[in-house]
T-cell receptor, first 113, second 112 residues
Framework: DTEVTQTPKHLVMGMTNKKSLKCEQH?????MYWYKQKAKKPPELMFV???????INESVPSRFSPECPNSSLLNLHLHALQPEDSALYLC????????????FGDGTRLSIL | AQSVAQPEDQVNVAEGNPLTVKCTYS??????LFWYVQYPNRGLQFLLK??????LVKGSYGFEAEFNKSQTSFHLKKPSALVSDSALYFC??????????FGAGTTVTVRA
């Protein structure tokens, strides 16, 4: 079992819908991450929160909106997505010290109709 | 910028045979290197890391990796592969406290 929990596991949405992805960790980690992964490709970093503040935004389109309500929770709000946004969205957490590994959830598989 | 390369898209081995997944790195300064594995329909799982010290690093599930500074390599190894080791493997190098640069990935298939 992974220590980072992501819900839902699967999501199908139309291009006009609004939905949210949720991520939760209880390891006391202070850094949390959102990645996008296409099939058979490495994950691409989208956002990083450190101590509940957005510290990195990798030039992600505004139709993706992250939120970190507290140190254990991370959300990704989705609106007006495009078909090319269909992918596996992975959440990860870490202590925030670069020598420590990131711990990944099992992801949300998102399909845009 | 830090980077890693995985020269093989695919590695095929028979069960019981040694498994090697190759990774080379390019960094300025000391490299902090990681291996992750991704099983179908799962997230990435941490296998092992090299920060400093012994060049042979032992990790989860019987995997180990050898750091070679002169060849700028960090190859992942397992003495006797299992069918259950079939997965996608990623090498990664630390860019800063938060960013990892991943290799393109190597698909390992272990046949029974």
């Amino acid at each position: 079992d992974t220590e980072v929990t992501q819900t839902p596991k699967h999501l199908v949405m139309g291009m006009t819908n609004k939905k949210s992805l949720k991520c939760e960790q209880h390891m006391g980690h202070r850094a949390m991450y959102w990645y996008k992964q296409k099939a058979k490709k490495p994950p691409e970093l989208m956002f990083v929160y450190s101590y509940e503040k957005l510290s990195i935004n990798e030039s992600v389109p505004s139709r993706f909106s992250p939120e970190c309500p507290n140190s254990s929770l991370l959300n990704l709000h989705l609106h007006a997505l495009q078909p090319e946004d269909s992918a596996l969205y992975l959440c990860a957490s870490s202590t925030g010290q670069g020598v420590q590994p990131q711990h990944f959830g099992d992801g949300t598989r998102l399909s845009i109709l | 910028a830090q980077s890693v390369a995985q020269p093989e898209d695919q590695v095929n081995v028979a069960e019981g045979n040694p498994l090697t997944v190759k990774c080379t790195y390019s960094v300025s300064g000391n490299p902090y290197l990681f291996w992750y594995v991704q099983y179908p329909n799962r997230g990435l799982q941490f296998l092992l890391k090299y920060i400093t010290g012994d060049n042979l690093v032992k990790g989860s599930y019987g995997f180990e990796a050898e750091f070679n500074k002169s060849q700028t390599s960090f190859h992942l190894k397992k003495p006797s592969a299992l069918v259950s080791d079939s997965a996608l493997y990623f090498c990664a190098v630390r860019d800063n406290d938060y960013k990892l640069s991943f290799g393109a990935g190597t698909t390992v298939t272990v046949r029974a």
